[in-house]
């Protein structure tokens, strides 16, 4: 998979209509890769765990559970949500839940090709933001403890790394949790910082939790597992990242 595309996923009820859009999509938008689809709400949280796309298309009329549920049961999102609904009354309350966009049926090319160009637009602000924040923190403290610039409501904030305890998403934004007790809340989304991070020993263990190895207390076997932090924090292991926190604790000393 080509790491640069824009990793989506598809939900809708219909077959017909993630048919009509993954062909729409392959045809219009070679940026965006579909890695799945499902019928349902309860499919979609699924895929979303399993996959973290960068971008999920969301029909609003489903069955059971409308499109709007994924936000209580994925509150914190980290991926960017374009609803696709035939009834145009849906349209505030989409932009309302923090959409990205959203699109009426029958799908109009040219409304999806702008559709995604916000979507790339905002990913690719995104990455200028991360790689600013690194060259600060590079000319800033080159030759001591690794930092990092934390972009917050007023301004930037440089951080030891090694002070970090862990990280928590919370929808686009993210805490920081420290040492000393304290947290921040920064203005970027997780995945933004999972990258930059991980070399200093932190890993993914979550969809919304990223952790400094070194301050893990405990660790208990489950499914995926349950994790005890210095902070007294019990962070569910995803069972998909199970490997990857066991392997990233056994080389803890290495």
Do not use: W
């Not at 009834?87 to 990205?100: S, V």
């Not at 600060?136 to 440089?158: C, E, H, M, Q």
């Not at 999972?194 to 070399?199: M, N, Q």
């Amino acid at each position: 998979m080509d790491k640069d595309k824009i990793s989506t996923i598809v939900i809708d009820d219909e077959q017909d209509c993630r048919n009509s859009l993954k062909k729409i999509l392959a045809k219009y938008c070679p940026s965006v890769n579909v890695i799945g689809e499902g019928n349902s709400v309860e499919e979609a949280t699924t895929l979303i765990h399993e996959h973290e796309p960068k971008l999920v298309f969301l029909d609003i009329n489903m069955p059971n559970e409308d499109g709007f549920k994924i936000f209580s049961r994925i509150p914190n999102p980290s991926f960017q949500v374009v609803f696709v609904t035939a009834y145009d009354q849906f349209a505030l309350k989409a932009l309302r839940h923090g959409a990205l966009d959203y699109i009426l049926k029958p799908i109009s090319i040219d409304d999806l090709i702008l559709t995604v160009d916000k979507v790339k637009k905002r990913i690719d602000q995104q990455t200028v933001v991360d790689n600013f924040d690194t060259l600060i923190r590079n000319i800033n403290y080159p030759n001591t403890a690794p930092k990092i610039a934390l972009p917050v409501s007023d301004g930037l904030i440089y951080v030891n790394i090694q002070d970090v305890v862990r990280c928590e998403a919370e929808a686009n934004y993210t805490f920081f949790y420290f040492t000393d007790n304290t947290k921040v809340l920064v203005c970027h989304t997780l995945g933004s910082f999972e990258e930059k991070l991980k070399p200093m020993g932190f890993v993914r263990v979550h969809h919304h939790h990223l952790i400094n190895k070194a301050f893990v207390r405990r660790y208990q076997k489950g499914r995926g597992g349950i994790i005890t932090m210095s902070d007294k924090k019990e962070i569910v292991v995803s069972q998909r990242k199970k490997n990857e926190f066991l392997n990233a604790i056994l080389d803890i000393n290495k």
